[in-house]
């Protein structure tokens, strides 16, 4: 199986990721955030840098897509090609941060992608709102992260719920996380690992 946690910058995806693949014994994938060379200058300048990352990002994406379509075991995976175009590619380009035609050249290599891609078995969408994002992103202390303005997460909460609506065709399980403490709250991830054993093992009424 395919499973894919989605979710803006700061809900808790690399969390909640690292502990279903523990919990289900899955074999996780991550972004590559730490050892990503185009990331603190993005942030810096975002309309000198967008082409750059997005380009950088759908090269990291289809590499980790096809490793997962040649893996024997489940995969769950932290952010999704799909969302890494319909949601910051699509906002940067609404924002004038990328060009009509870096915007083309992108999405003609992504349309290209998706003959290699399959849907994910289920998508896992965790909804925060933009302070809840901003306690976590301060908390964890990314320093190319602290410039972050407001209005951009406003802007991806946006996007993400208009892919989840509008866009993606695939599976999604949508976890509110104000007030969630997956974390630190056993009987808050207990919720989680309920809600997805009834969906993909229907072992509990839903």
């Known amino acids: 199986m395919y499973i894919a946690i989605a979710g803006n910058i700061g809900s808790g995806k690399s969390t ?29 300048d975002i309309s000198r840098w967008a082409f750059n990352l997005e380009v950088y990002f759908l090269k990291e994406r289809l590499r980790d897509l096809i490793s997962i379509q040649h893996s024997a075991t489940t995969v769950i995976q932290d952010r999704t090609i799909f969302e890494g175009v319909y949601v910051f590619m699509r906002n940067n380009y609404d924002a004038g941060r990328l060009s009509q035609r870096d915007y083309d050249t992108c999405i003609d290599l992504f349309e290209q992608m998706l003959l290699t891609v399959r849907l994910p078995d289920l998508m896992i969408y965790l909804r925060a709102s933009v302070p809840h994002l901003v306690s976590n992103i301060q908390r964890r202390g990314r320093d190319f992260e602290q410039t972050i303005q407001l209005d951009y997460l406003e802007n991806l909460n946006h996007r993400y719920d208009d892919f989840i609506k509008n866009h993606y065709q695939g599976r999604v399980m949508t976890i509110e996380k104000d007030g969630l403490d997956f974390e630190h709250v056993p009987r808050d991830f207990a919720r989680i690992t309920d809600r997805i054993d009834a969906t993909l093992f229907g072992l509990f009424p839903t």
């Open 16 to 44: 909640l990721t690292r502990m279903l693949a523990r919990h289900y014994r899955w074999e996780p994938r991550f972004e590559a955030v730490d050892h990503n060379p185009y990331l603190e200058d993005y942030y810096g």
